[in-house]
């Protein structure tokens, strides 16, 4: 494995520590980790995606209510 140097502000470094789940962990298994964990939230579900094609839907057929048009509805101002 090919070792680097990065630098580091105290604040950052201490951050890092903080996500330590084992006091003998090193920053590159924490920085590995937070970069994995990062990139599975960028990925959505297929319910998600689900939801957002039938709001599309719902959209383009006409099936949605302005702000205006709920507080109307519910006698708010």
């Known amino acids: 494995m ?3 140097t990065i630098k580091l502000s105290k604040k950052l470094k201490n951050d890092l520590r ?3 789940n084992h006091p003998g962990e090193t920053y ?3 920085i590995a980790r937070l970069l994995k964990i990062t990139q599975e939230d960028d990925i ?3 319910a998600v995606i689900k939801n957002i094609e039938e709001g599309v839907a719902d959209i383009k057929a006409g099936r949605v209510y302005t702000s ?4 109307k509805k ?3 101002k």
Do not use: H, I, W
Not at 68 to 71: D, L, S
């Open 2 to 4: 090919e070792q680097s």
């Open 18 to 20: 903080k996500q330590m």
């Open 28 to 30: 590159e298994t924490v």
């Open 44 to 46: 959505l579900s297929k």
């Open 68 to 71: 205006e048009q709920v507080k």
């Open 74 to 76: 519910l006698g708010l």
